[in-house]
Each structure stands twice: as C-alpha cells, then as structure tokens.
C-alpha cells in the first residue's frame, strides 16, 4: 500500500521554525513533482511549494524567502524548512506527490496532514 507519511507539526512561537519531512513509502516505480499544501480553517487548500524530480522549486508569494522545500530521492521524502513563522501560517499542511506505481503514467497522492499552530 502506498503511503505519504508527514510529521513534524506542532505549536511554534512567532519567528521560530519548524521543518516537516514527508516521506513515501510502497511500490513505487518512479516519483515525479513532490509538494506542499496548506489549509487553514476555513479556506481553500492553497499550494505552499512544489519541487519536481530535477530540483526545480516553486512558491506562493506569502512564504517566499521564509520557507525552503527540498527533496531526497534516495529517501523517497520531501521536506519542508518553515522559518520566521507567523500566525498566519497556521493551518493542517498536506505533503503531495506524483507517483508511477509503474504504469507509465503519474496519479496524485496525499498525505493524511500535520497541524502547525503559529501562536504565543
């Protein structure tokens, strides 16, 4: 069975940081573009950062600068450096990735979400 297992959220002062790992575990033939959502009671889900399977990174303009998503293939895992937090960060982030099981094509995988609670 096919897995994407976050952890690392928590309660976290203004300013701190915190890093969420995401890791993917199966029978997986070959992983594509790996990212992280976020969702904040009541709101959207809404994209954080992507990074596909050559490195290449994107971000929503509210984390840029603050926020670092990176990936070890070799672990199958993506993570997620949150620094300088604000309260406004607060939400359940949700790892994604794009997975071949081995039929030639990518389907959309999520993990089950990890809280992050910005607040003093």
Do not use: H
């Not at 070959?30 to 399977?53: C, F, N, P």
């Not at 303009?61 to 406004?88: C, H, W």
């Amino acid at each position: 069975q096919v897995q994407l297992v976050e952890s690392g959220g928590g309660l976290v002062q203004p300013g701190g940081s915190l890093r969420l790992p995401c890791a993917a575990s199966g029978s997986i033939f070959s992983i594509g573009a790996m990212g992280w959502y976020r969702q904040a009671t009541g709101k959207q889900r809404e994209l954080v950062a992507t990074i596909t399977s050559g490195g290449s990174t994107n971000y929503a303009d509210s984390v840029k600068g603050r926020f670092t998503i990176s990936r070890d293939n070799a672990k199958n895992t993506v993570y997620l450096q949150m620094n300088s937090l604000k309260p406004e960060d607060t939400a359940v982030y949700f790892c994604n990735a794009e997975l071949d099981l081995g039929s030639g094509w990518y389907d959309d995988y999520w993990g089950q979400g990890t809280q992050v609670t910005v607040s003093s």
